[in-house]
């Protein structure tokens, strides 16, 4: 049996999971989506054994989903990851059609509301923290941002004229445009001459470059340390780029402001579940109780289909919600 794991000797074919990072890397595909396409396919490969791919098929394939569901117990998002990583695998890698999996158990996908934080509640969230995190934790709230939308943000997308942020790439690789608070501009437009100071200093110690999206590294080869390029938010210590091995500051990580959210919740004494992810649920529905259009929200999101940000709808306390209940009128 063909070990996939193997090291592959001079003049054979590098071996599979390489050619998966390969054919990830290739479609520009984002760094989270290889990680865990890589895993989904090893724990798929090490389920049957180390069998090689070339070997199975839809039957194992759904063995393997139906395991996912049934005995781990995964959410229905989850399975539907792995799905995806080894359709990727046989369709763009190994070059083989993946016909209908029959039998297949779907994991059920629950209804759930989203977790929408109060305004009194935000108040005191970010009266929890301070400096950058408070900044990021802000936008989260303020602009609608997802967690690494925020982290890849870069200096030149911030247009204080305009006072909007430009969303580089977001989900769907799609750029979009939201706003940026007035409250917000100072606070920020400080935190960026820390941020200079930082890349000058980087760049007297022989660092400062920074990671550029697909091939502008080669297209605009000086581009990677000017300024404007940098991450609004960069990390505090210089680490290796696994990609390319060279020394250099990436963003901040997204556990380290997870973690100061949790800690800030904690301490406003808020019951509700802690999740960065909220802040923008949150952004949504304070906007449509302030009246906005849902298409404007739509737009600010990055939503595709309106039908997502629906949702947001049913959080709100009009409506069906507004209703008063009869033990208050007693």
């Not at 925020?150 to 200096?155: A, S, T």
């Not at 001459?193 to 760049?203: A, M, P």
Request: charged share 25%.
């Amino acid at each position: 049996m063909q070990d996939v794991f193997a090291l592959h000797q001079p003049n054979q074919q590098p071996k599979l999971l390489t050619r998966v990072r390969a054919a990830i890397r290739t479609r520009h595909m984002a760094r989270s989506t290889e990680k865990n396409y890589i895993r989904w396919i090893y724990q798929f490969i090490v389920f049957h054994n180390k069998r090689h791919p070339a070997e199975m098929g839809e039957a194992e394939i759904c063995e393997f989903l139906n395991y996912l569901a049934v005995k781990r117990n995964v959410a229905a998002s989850t399975q539907n990851q792995a799905l995806c990583a080894l359709i990727f695998l046989y369709r763009e890698v190994m070059h083989k059609e993946i016909g209908e999996i029959d039998g297949l158990i779907w994991a059920k996908k629950p209804k759930r509301l989203p977790t929408v934080y109060s305004r009194d509640e935000v108040k005191a969230i970010l009266s929890n923290l301070s400096g950058a995190k408070w900044l990021m934790v802000s936008l989260l709230y303020g602009s609608g941002l997802r967690l690494q939308e925020c982290l890849r943000l870069r200096v030149k997308d911030v247009d204080f004229e305009y006072k909007q942020l430009i969303i580089r790439d977001a989900k769907g690789s799609k750029d979009r445009v939201t706003v940026l608070p007035d409250r917000l501009i100072i606070p920020l437009k400080e935190h960026l001459v820390k941020v200079k100071k930082l890349h000058e200093r980087d760049l007297q110690a022989g660092h400062g470059s920074v990671e550029m999206p697909d091939a502008l590294a080669r297209k605009y080869p000086n581009a990677q340390c000017e300024f404007a390029w940098q991450w609004v938010f960069p990390a505090p210590n210089i680490s290796t780029d696994p990609k390319t091995g060279i020394r250099r500051r990436h963003h901040q990580g997204t556990w380290t402001l997870q973690r100061a959210v949790r800690q800030a919740i904690k301490k406003a004494r808020i019951t509700k579940h802690a999740n960065c992810h909220n802040f923008r649920h949150s952004f949504a529905t304070h906007l449509l109780e302030d009246g906005y259009d849902i298409r404007t929200i739509q737009e600010l999101l990055g939503h595709k289909d309106v039908s997502t940000t629906m949702v947001y709808t049913h959080v709100l306390n009009k409506g069906s919600l507004g209703v008063r209940s009869p033990t208050d009128q007693l």
